[in-house]
């Protein structure tokens, strides 16, 4: 079985600081990891994916999260935050069986 | 262009009926899921298909149904709607383990 941490259900940022958004998983097998944003009454929207090729992944505007297997965690930054970047996010871990297990999300707001 | 859609994208219903959401993919994937969308909870797996004929239950099924009979369509039914069960449902789509799901827009459910 696999399951998915999310640290922290409301991440405030100024416009311009760095966005740290947290995820930790357990899985059993080595993992597929994701991110997602969902805008305000809209689906959700990948962001990036790890799939076992390189352990920094680098996803759509300017997002990138880092694979540490040591310390089972995924964790999403921005350098750079934009007010376009207020919205819901959420990490999701799959194994071998095509299933999605997210996190509870983390509500991201940026401050003018 | 190859997309997911469902339908309605809002329901209002009454406490003890039957309700049923469509789910439509056009991209040929074997793999299709329903979730629930609850604030704190982030997305619960309801149900899911791995094809034709295939369906198994997810860790939130009681109360819900699915079918597939081709491979574009999963509807879920809601056998005797519930206070319980207004929430917002998204379907999904996954073509292989390496890819990762393609979400619809959602379908915003009110029991009364």
């Known amino acids: 079985a696999q399951s998915v941490t999310q640290l922290g259900s409301h991440v405030s940022v100024s416009e311009g600081a760095l966005v740290l958004l947290r995820c930790n998983y357990s899985?059993?097998?080595?993992?597929?990891l994701f991110w997602y944003v969902q805008y305000p009454n809209q689906g959700l929207q990948l962001l990036l994916k790890y799939t076992s090729a390189a352990t920094l992944v680098k996803g759509i505007n300017g997002f990138e999260a880092e694979f540490k297997k040591s310390e089972t965690s995924f964790h999403l930054t921005k350098p750079s935050a934009h007010m376009s970047d207020a919205a819901e996010y959420f990490c999701a871990v799959s194994s071998n069986d095509y299933k999605l297990s997210f996190g509870a999300g983390t509500t991201v707001t940026v401050r003018a | 262009d190859a997309e997911i859609t469902q339908s309605p994208r809002h329901k209002i219903t009454e406490t003890g009926r039957q309700v049923t959401l469509a789910c439509h993919q056009t991209w040929n994937h074997n793999n299709m899921f329903w979730y629930r969308q609850d604030l704190g909870h982030g997305l619960r797996l309801i149900h899911y298909?791995?094809?034709?004929?295939?369906?198994n239950k997810g860790e939130v099924s009681d109360g819900y149904s699915v079918s597939r009979s081709n491979t574009e369509d999963l509807p879920l039914t809601l056998e005797s709607a519930a206070s319980s069960q207004t929430s917002v449902y998204f379907c999904?789509?996954?073509?292989?383990?390496?890819?990762?799901?393609?979400f619809g827009p959602g379908t915003r459910l009110t029991v009364l």
């Open positions: 899985s059993s097998v080595p993992p597929y």
């Open positions: 298909s791995y094809g034709v004929h295939d369906t």
């Open positions: 999904a789509s996954r073509p292989n383990l390496e890819d990762t799901q393609y």
